[in-house]
């Protein structure tokens, strides 16, 4: 069983390491996460990195 917080930042498609504020979350699902004003996370879903 591989290690879920390695694997999810590795972009499967390529095998390159993915950016800081990216993370691979299944078959073609890829989230981003930003920090805004006010200390406030935005999460968004993509299909690819």
Do not use: N, V
């Not at 917080?5 to 390491?17: F, M, V």
């Amino acid at each position: 069983m591989k290690d879920r917080i390695t694997s999810a930042k590795i972009d499967h498609a390529t095998g390159r390491a993915l950016p800081s504020d990216m993370e691979y979350r299944g078959k073609g699902q890829y989230r981003a996460r930003k920090r805004i004003a006010g200390g406030e996370r935005i999460h968004q879903t993509f299909s690819s990195a």
